[in-house]
């Protein structure tokens, strides 16, 4: 079965403190994954994905074929990085499976 | 990149009625694809609207309740019929390009009395 979860809806943080937002997934092919952001008002767009292996906003994630993970993490969380988030798996027919998405609140 | 425009962007509709919602892309894409986001809810996937093809529906969806048009590369439609209030939600369309990342609209919020 393919699958994504994201054990945590709701994460709150103060600014300046780091932060992590997890993400399971299972999948028996080789798997593509993404991590996607909805700010307020915005349309869903894309973050990061775990092959070009690059830093956005600060944030990082790192495909762990171990764990079956895939976290998102930032040293240190800022205000406007109060969005929510979607981790997601490509499928073989080019089309995505997003987990239940986590809401990140950076406090002040 | 791709701009995706959907239409309408929000509507109240009355139990029993059909409304078609509109995706226009700013490029040719081959595919499409509509999701639903319910109310709370993550996004899942309705269908894969291929030009040329008929859509591919997951499951749990069926083409009499969504039927889907592609008549081109870059516009597909999504109809909801016979709406229930349980079809309250976000529909949104969005394309995916080389790399695999997908674009999506903003979204048609829809309300059924």
């Known amino acids: 079965a393919q699958r994504v979860t994201q054990p945590e809806k709701l994460l709150s943080v103060f600014k300046g403190a780091p932060v992590e937002l997890k993400c399971n997934y299972s999948?028996?092919?080789?798997?593509?994954l993404f991590w996607y952001v909805q700010y307020s008002r915005q349309r869903l767009q894309l973050l990061l994905r775990?092959?070009s292996r690059e830093s956005i906003k600060g944030f990082t994630a790192d495909l762990n074929k171990g764990e079956t993970s895939f976290h998102l993490k930032k040293p240190f969380a800022q205000e406007e990085d109060s969005a929510m988030y979607y981790c997601?798996?490509?499928?073989?027919?080019?089309?995505?499976?997003f987990g239940a998405g986590t809401r990140l609140t950076v406090k002040p | 990149s791709a701009v995706i425009s959907q239409k309408p962007s929000r509507d109240i509709c009355q139990r029993g009625t059909s409304l078609t919602i509109q995706c226009q892309v700013d490029?040719?894409?081959?595919?499409m694809f509509w999701y639903r986001q319910q109310p709370g809810q993550s996004l899942t996937l309705i269908a894969t609207?291929?030009?040329?093809?008929?859509?591919?529906?997951e499951s749990g969806f069926v083409i009499d309740k969504f039927p889907i048009s592609r008549p081109n590369l870059t516009f597909s439609t999504l109809t909801v019929s016979n709406m229930s209030p349980e079809d309250s939600s976000i529909y949104l369309c969005?394309?995916?390009?080389?790399?695999?990342?997908?674009?999506f609209g903003e979204g048609s919020r829809l309300t059924v009395l």
């Open positions: 969005s394309v995916g390009l080389a790399g695999g990342e997908l674009f």
């Open positions: 999948y028996s092919g080789s798997p593509e």
């Open positions: 775990h092959i």
């Open positions: 997601a798996l490509r499928r073989n027919n080019n089309d995505m499976r």
């Open positions: 490029s040719q894409v081959t595919m």
């Open positions: 609207a291929n030009q040329g093809s008929e859509a591919t529906y």
